[in-house]
């Protein structure tokens, strides 16, 4: 169990570099960003210290932010100039962004705690919140090194501040530092499981393209023999300018297998969409010119109006002169293999539990919802989680719990629309995001329907009844992150006050 715990903090050996690639790749566009903000802050401090301020470096105090303010300023200049450097060479940039990621920290802890020796009193402490969750939120590193960060700067500013700022704000700073490593290993197991699932889904496609490439081999051994068993083979002599397709074209599509000034022929749109047809008489253009094979994939409409994919190969034959006189190919139906694909997308974005919207599935959702969403329109999370669930747990077994939650996710489906994006986040978590237009009460109105519903399942002949309570934020120009911090601080009032009810976020809660 300890040997397992410990490898859940680094990559797998087997991904441990596309790990890094993409962390670091991300890492570096986002830290590009907040060191340019960085620096400009730093010359604003820089210039309220030498014009606005009257003591100027006469007071060993403001020489003191002074040194604050140049450290940031050239470390800042000094990380910028080392990641140009070694843009090319991964292990560099590793270290770099973690040597940066530190820094961050301590120059934030550092200037923080010297504030409230200062004060001598309980003053804001945003400056070491926003390093602890600003990295969290903009820099992803492996688990253990950034707990082993999170932990020394966290644990030594809630020791030594302790005196000043008492229990009430010390022990929210220890929930803050909780919620931060959670954050920073939930970052990191998401993107594990997504490259994970990525490289399924490549080396599925690779299996297709492989398959693909090797019938066309097989084609190309036998001059491609016209009796294929499925194929639609199409033969089209360039100078009749005439097509000739096999019977299975006329079945499956209800079109001619001959047709004439085929060169001028475009089919009926419910064939093939008008985009479909230009890439294609694109590619054929391509091909006629460089004398390649063309390799193409087209979503067809058969005869009973059903959409599928094909894979479509073609090649101009050419006499002895260099003159094109045909050209063969044929249609592959590759659905199958699409719908696999498919699935298997599909499958990266769900819980496989309640076949609900995972956490990244929900997401993506909340992306493009911001993306679609028009001025008379509204966003909200609904965070939800069951009363004592643990007990249920405990005295009736893990399967019992699992169909718990399978049942809550059926209440969830039947009271939202099918447009919602609806999301188990993990445990007895659940969590919706839905659009509002017109009268705002829709909301109130959805969430006290859910709580009116006392749903109950029977299990092994006990009738057990579950309740729950639930957090609301309304988007105010949130990421998905601080949304869903807000929906979890009005659940989070919800379970300290009246378990089974509702709070909707305020900024005083």
């Not at 410990?6 to 991300?26: C, G, M, N």
């Not at 097989?218 to 639609?232: E, H, R, S, V």
């Not at 139906?333 to 309640?354: G, V, Y």
């Given at each position: ?5 410990i ?7 087997e991904?441990?570099t ?12 986002i ?6 903000f960085?620096?400009?802050?730093q010359?604003?401090?820089l ?5 606005l301020?009257?003591s100027?470096?006469g ?5 003191i932010?002074f ?16 990641s ?5 060479n ?5 270290k ?14 550092a ?6 020796i ?10 070491f919140v ?7 939120i903009c820099?992803q ?21 302790f005196?000043?700022?008492?229990l ?19 970052r990191?197991s998401y993107?594990?499981k997504?490259?994970?699932?990525r ?7 690779k299996?297709?393209?492989d ?6 081999a097989n084609?190309q051994?036998?001059?491609?023999i016209?009796k ?6 199409l033969d ?10 096999t ?5 499956l ?5 001959e047709?004439?000034d085929?060169?001028?022929w475009?089919p009926?749109?419910?064939?093939l ?13 391509s ?7 063309l ?5 067809l409409?058969?005869i009973h109006g ?18 094109r006189k045909?050209g ?16 298997l ?22 992306q493009?919802?911001l ?10 999370m609904i965070?939800l989680?069951i009363d ?6 405990d005295?009736?077994?893990?399967p019992?719990?699992?169909q ?12 939202f ?10 445990g ?13 009460s829709i909301l109130?109105?959805?969430v006290?329907?859910l ?5 109950k ?5 006990h009738t057990?009844?579950?309740?729950y309570?639930?957090?609301v ?10 949304l869903y ?6 659940l989070?009032a919800?379970?300290h ?5 509702y ?7």
């Amino acid at each position: 169990m300890k040997n397992q715990f410990i490898r859940r903090l680094f990559p797998p050996k087997e991904i441990a570099t596309d790990y890094w690639l993409q962390t670091v790749h991300s890492n570096a566009r986002i830290t590009s960003i907040v060191v340019s903000f960085c620096v400009a802050v730093q010359f604003f401090n820089l210039y309220n210290l030498f014009v606005l301020s009257e003591s100027k470096l006469g007071t060993l105090n403001n020489r003191i932010y002074f040194g604050f303010y140049c450290s940031m300023l050239f470390l800042c200049i000094l990380y910028s100039i080392s990641s140009y450097m070694y843009a090319d060479n991964l292990n560099r940039l590793v270290k770099i962004q973690c040597a940066g990621f530190s820094f961050w920290l301590i120059w934030c802890t550092a200037l923080n705690y010297y504030d409230l020796i200062q004060a001598g009193h309980s003053v804001s402490i945003v400056v070491f919140v926003t390093g602890l969750f600003g990295t969290a939120i903009c820099i992803q590193m492996v688990p253990w090194y950034a707990w082993i960060n999170y932990l020394f700067v966290g644990g030594f500013f809630i020791a030594r501040a302790f005196p000043v700022l008492g229990l009430g704000e010390s022990w929210n700073l220890f929930i803050g530092l909780i919620m931060v490593l959670i954050i920073s290993y939930a970052r990191f197991s998401y993107t594990i499981k997504n490259i994970q699932n990525r490289n399924r889904i490549e080396a599925i496609h690779k299996e297709l393209l492989d398959k693909t490439e090797a019938l066309d081999a097989n084609l190309q051994k036998y001059n491609y023999i016209l009796k294929q068993t499925n194929n639609i083979i199409l033969d089209w002599d360039l100078e009749r300018d005439t097509a000739i397709f096999t019977d299975n074209w006329k079945s499956l599509f209800g079109l001619p297998t001959e047709i004439s000034d085929f060169s001028l022929w475009v089919p009926p749109s419910r064939f093939l969409s008008a985009q479909n047809w230009a890439d294609l008489t694109a590619k054929l253009k391509s091909a006629s010119k460089t004398g390649r094979e063309l390799e193409a994939e087209a979503l067809l409409t058969d005869i009973h109006g059903e959409n599928r994919w094909y894979s479509f190969r073609f090649k101009f034959q050419t006499d002895s002169h260099g003159i094109r006189k045909y050209g063969l190919g044929y249609l592959e139906d590759i659905s199958k293999h699409k719908q696999e694909i498919f699935r298997l997308k599909s499958t990266a974005k769900s819980d496989p539990l309640t076949g609900l919207l995972n956490r990244q599935g929900l997401y993506e959702y909340f992306q493009e919802q911001l993306i679609q969403k028009s001025r008379d329109t509204e966003l909200a999370m609904i965070l939800l989680d069951i009363d004592g669930f643990k007990e249920i747990n405990d005295r009736y077994g893990h399967p019992c719990g699992d169909q718990a939650l399978v049942h809550l996710s059926q209440i969830l489906r039947k009271n939202f629309r099918n447009w919602d994006g609806i999301c188990r986040i993990g445990g007895d978590e659940f969590m919706v995001v839905l659009s509002l237009s017109g009268d705002p009460s829709i909301l109130n109105t959805k969430v006290e329907s859910l709580l009116t519903r006392t749903p109950k399942f029977t299990w092994e002949g006990h009738t057990i009844s579950l309740s729950y309570s639930i957090g609301v934020a309304i988007w105010n120009n949130d990421t998905f992150e601080t949304l869903y911090k807000k929906a979890d601080l009005a659940l989070y009032a919800v379970k300290h006050h009246e378990k089974g009810s509702y709070r909707i976020y305020s900024p005083g809660l």
